[in-house]
T-cell receptor, first 109, second 114 residues
Framework: KNEVEQSPQNLTAQEGEFITINCSYS?????LHWLQQHPGGGIVSLFM???GKKKHGRLIATINIQEKHSSLHITASHPRDSAVYIC???????????FGKGTRLSVIA | DTGVSQDPRHKITKRGQNVTFRCDPI?????LYWYRQTLGQGPEFLTY????????KSRLLSDRFSAERPKGSFSTLEIQRTEQGDSAMYLC????????????FGSGTQLSVL
């Protein structure tokens, strides 16, 4: 079973700061997902990566397959970015996602 | 709104009672997943369906748990003889299974067992 570790567990930032959240996994994967969870439970998929880098607005996700590591970056952070960010991996094509515990981000104005 | 709806949003029950949750996925989605999430943890996989077939069940899913997706559309998750340890958020997600599968989550059902 894949072990997914995220760091940090909690992160507090000032508005405008550049934020990095890290995800490491133990076994080779076919895909990695970054998701955002707001209070109340709603989870939204942000990115799905199998290699390289993806960008959407102020969010950037990168993955290094050899090092089994991914990062999620938020540029010019804003209080509305406050949420839990969750990394999830798929071991092979047909297996369910394995989730990390999440990183709780608070952006203060 | 992701298009995946779950009912009820909250359920409070007494230990030993049975509860049933419902999930309505996005209509054209062929895969439906159930996850459980407790405070401070990421979602844990319980089971999933492709159309009406239940393809995998986690070891977390004891004999007291059963899930169905009778017509390949909505799904129900039933917990019999609830225990306090069953208290959690139960999340449903659906997807159109392709190589680039993207999951769409419902808002979850928060279960509290007293």
């Amino acid at each position: 079973k894949n072990e997914v570790e995220q760091s940090p567990q909690n992160l507090t930032a000032q508005e405008g700061e550049f934020i990095t959240i890290n995800c490491s996994y133990s076994v080779g994967i076919s895909a990695l997902h970054w998701l955002q969870q707001h209070p109340g439970g709603g989870i939204v998929s942000l990115f799905m990566l199998s290699s390289g880098k993806k960008k959407h607005g102020r969010l950037i996700a990168t993955i290094n397959i050899q090092e089994k590591h991914s990062s999620l970056h938020i540029t010019a952070s804003h209080p509305r970015d406050s949420a839990v960010y969750i990394c999830a991996v798929r071991n092979s094509g047909n297996t369910p996602l394995v989730f990390g515990k999440g990183t709780r981000l608070s952006v203060i104005a | 709104d992701t298009g995946v709806s779950q009912d009820p949003r909250h359920k409070i029950t007494k230990r030993g009672q049975n509860v049933t949750f419902r999930c309505d996925p996005i209509s054209e989605h062929n895969r439906l997943y159930w996850y459980r999430q407790t405070l401070g943890q990421g979602p844990e996989f319980l089971t999933y369906f492709q159309n009406e077939a239940q393809l995998e069940k986690s070891r977390l899913l004891s004999d007291r748990f059963s899930a169905e997706r009778p017509k390949g559309s909505f799904s129900t998750l039933e917990i019999q003889r609830t225990e306090q340890g069953d208290s959690a958020m139960y999340l449903c997600a659906s997807s159109l299974w392709t190589k680039k599968e993207k999951l769409f989550f419902g808002s979850g059902t928060q279960l509290s067992v007293l």
